[in-house]
């Protein structure tokens, strides 16, 4: 269950960060009303790290070789990265990678917990 949640959470994030701005520029009467906090990124970003590293590290199970879990440390590490940038736009694309990487690593964590006993997918 964790990983789709995070999968889901993931996507979400992808939506409000590629497809808010998009949608904003098209319906100009829009772009006044949304008032979203600065700081909104950044919880999101730190309720995200520790929920996401707890069930891959419930994955992982002691094994220092687990991609999963490097994958999503690694987007995780990308989106803290990104609330440094002073640029939206490099904001955006870094917060986007970061998220998919992690979104990456729980699909990889989720195809690897439920492999088929006899090695099938």
């Not at 992808?14 to 960060?17: F, R, S």
């Not at 497809?19 to 998009?22: D, I, N, R, Y």
């Not at 950044?42 to 790290?49: I, K, P």
């Not at 990487?101 to 964590?109: D, E, I």
């Given at each position: 269950?964790?990983d789709g949640l995070?999968?889901?959470?993931?996507?979400?994030c992808?939506?409000?960060?590629l497809?808010?701005?998009?949608l904003?520029?098209l319906?100009p009467?829009?772009?006044?009303?949304?008032?979203?906090?600065?700081?909104?990124h950044?919880?999101?970003?730190?309720?995200?790290?520790p929920?996401?590293?707890?069930v891959?590290?419930?994955a992982?199970k002691?094994?220092?070789?687990?991609?999963p879990?490097?994958?999503?440390?690694?987007?995780?590490?990308?989106m803290?990265l990104?609330?440094?940038?002073?640029?939206?736009?490099?904001?955006?694309l870094?917060?986007?990678?970061?998220?998919?990487?992690?979104?990456?690593?729980?699909?990889?964590?989720?195809?690897?917990?439920?492999?088929?006993?006899?090695?099938?997918?």
């Open positions: 269950m964790g995070a999968i889901l959470l993931s996507a979400a992808l939506i409000h960060c497809a808010l701005p998009l904003l520029a319906i009467a829009w772009s006044a009303s949304p008032d979203i906090p600065e700081s909104f950044f919880w999101v970003v730190m309720t995200a790290a929920l996401s590293l707890f891959l590290l419930r992982a002691g094994k220092i070789a687990y991609p879990l490097w994958l999503g440390a690694a987007g995780l590490a990308v803290i990104a609330l440094t940038f002073a640029d939206p736009a490099i904001e955006t870094a917060t986007s990678a970061g998220a998919l990487t992690l979104s990456l690593g729980h699909v990889l964590n989720w195809r690897i917990r439920h492999r088929h006993p006899c090695g099938r997918t």
